[in-house]
């Protein structure tokens, strides 16, 4: 399969604990981008590399949270000190990019779906 | 001035009618609008998407209908069948900021009755 893949599809874990997750693009894809979905909302911007560097990251993204893409291939996205707001469906997404595109369309992986108890 | 609106939240419809998801935004310098389908446990999927020098896009049973002095953008599926029902998210893009970070609308559960 040459999509999106994310690991683990679904982590629990108790409340002030440390989760990693895994996010494998498309292999020719440059652009990497991590979201946040809760229950029925829309996905929410977290960050976003160009290869290996992170060039955006939002305000939802406290100091617990950090994301790392080394060698600018898989990305990983670390939460630490756990909390129950944090939830969620974490949704990778990766697109081509390159100079003079006019569109950039991001394919998003099966998303990790994590509960905080 | 980043939001996108989008509605209904939640949608029925008899197989082989038409379904229509609204969307609305604010910020004038969004250029790309993509709509995106979602399935449980799954990813969200492009659909189409539109660009708003051209007022509709048609791919198959779906068409977008762009509305750029209203600032309103929708989403057709025509002949709709059972296999549709998903979420569907409606977003925006400004494709010359550096980060193609996606303004997502709140999404809108589509049910397909047979």
């Known amino acids: 399969d040459t999509g999106v893949s994310q690991d683990p599809r679904h982590k629990i874990t108790k409340r002030g604990q440390n989760v990693t997750f895994r996010c494998d693009p498309i292999s020719e894809h440059n652009r990497l981008y991590w979201y946040r979905q809760t229950l029925g909302q829309g996905p929410e911007f977290l960050t976003y590399f160009q290869n290996e560097a992170q060039l955006e990251k939002s305000r939802l993204l406290s100091d617990r949270f950090s994301a790392e893409r080394p060698k600018g291939s898989f990305s990983t996205l670390e939460i630490q000190r756990t909390e129950q707001g944090d939830s969620a469906m974490y949704l990778c997404?990766?697109?081509?990019?390159?100079?003079?595109?006019?569109?950039?369309?991001?394919?998003f992986g099966p998303g990790t779906r994590l509960t905080v108890l | 001035q980043q939001q996108v609106k989008q509605s209904p939240q939640s949608l029925i419809v008899q197989k082989g009618g038409i379904s229509i998801i609204n969307c609305a935004y604010e910020?004038?310098?969004?250029?790309?609008f993509p709509w995106y389908q979602q399935f449980p446990g799954k990813g969200p999927a492009l659909l189409i998407a539109i660009r708003p020098d051209v007022s509709e896009k048609k791919e198959g049973r779906f068409t977008i209908s762009f509305n750029k002095s209203a600032k309103q953008f929708s989403l057709h599926i025509m002949d709709s069948q059972p296999g549709d029902s998903a979420t569907y998210f409606c977003a925006a893009l400004r494709l010359r900021d550096s980060n193609y970070q996606l303004i997502w609308g709140a999404g809108t559960k589509l049910i397909i009755k047979p």
């Open positions: 910020n004038t310098a969004f250029d790309y």
């Open positions: 997404a990766s697109s081509l990019g390159g100079g003079g595109r006019l569109k950039d369309e991001q394919f």
